[in-house]
């Protein structure tokens, strides 16, 4: 089988973007396997790009390379990174290959960075003077190909502290013995909010009360008639609020960040 890169980003389908950066990809390696995560993250918001790419990474093989570009801070101060990555008891699982934003803190927090470095060696780019609107192409995109194709993290520049990567600014969620405070973490294309509460805490029965709307616990969305909410454990893990056939969101004017408080042992 040969060395999977997968992509995911903001630019969308119409655009011939995602195409160029697989044209910039085959150059370098035309026999690498290339994945689409998706392309449909809302524009600018890494928040979404976080989740999305923190619940896809775990599905791929070993040495997989994770190109991903929500990158608001394209030409500005923001580094360009590559990561290696590993599980918690220190087994390899890939790389991840971006801009330094808060992209990758939902991954780092599954599987640690055992070594990272700020992308400064151009010689692995595809131009020494790439455009400052689309690092995409001219910076991630080969970086990604050569990591695919052998090339060893540390040639790719200098060495950072994995402990200086940026984090995602996003409230944890605190428990106590009976409620447990969290906020949405991720909407999804059906208007599903997801919280960071993870389905591990959790005890049924439950309630989850956002902007002053109590919810009850279920398990599957068709376990409430048309049009009503729900609070379930999506497939991803993490406890979310949904309508039956309906948007979440748009009855509840929710946003990324928003306050949510579950109450557990509540009929």
Request: glycine fraction near 10%.
């Amino acid at each position: 089988m040969g060395q999977i890169i997968t992509l995911l980003s903001d630019f969308g389908l119409s655009d011939s973007y995602v195409g160029v950066m697989k044209g910039a990809i085959s150059q370098i390696n035309p026999t690498v396997i290339v994945i689409d995560i998706t392309h449909q993250v809302p524009p600018q918001n890494i928040g979404a790009g976080r989740f999305t790419l923190m619940t896809a990474v775990p599905y791929f093989p070993t040495g997989t390379v994770h190109v991903a570009v929500v990158d608001p801070g394209v030409g500005g101060k923001r580094r360009a990174v590559a990561i290696g990555i590993r599980t918690q008891v220190g087994e390899a699982v890939g790389f991840l290959v971006g801009p330094d934003n808060g992209i990758f803190s939902g991954v780092l927090d599954q599987f640690p960075a055992y070594a990272a470095v700020e992308l400064t060696n151009a010689q692995f780019w595809r131009t020494d003077e790439p455009s400052s609107t689309f690092h995409g192409r001219d910076i991630f995109a080969p970086v990604g190909a050569h990591l695919a194709s052998g090339v060893l993290l540390l040639e790719l520049g200098d060495a950072i502290a994995p402990e200086s990567l940026v984090q995602f600014s996003l409230p944890p969620y605190v428990q106590t013995e009976n409620t447990i405070h969290g906020c949405i973490q991720a909407i999804d294309h059906f208007g599903n909010l997801i919280t960071n509460i993870p389905a591990a805490i959790l005890s049924h029965p439950w309630s989850v009360t956002i902007n002053t709307t109590s919810i009850a616990g279920g398990l599957t969305y068709s376990g409430r008639p048309v049009g009503n909410l729900v609070s379930l454990v999506g497939s991803h893990g993490w406890l979310e609020i949904a309508i039956n056939n309906d948007s979440a969101q748009t009855l509840l004017d929710s946003k990324i960040g928003d306050p949510v408080e579950v109450k557990l042992d509540t009929i």
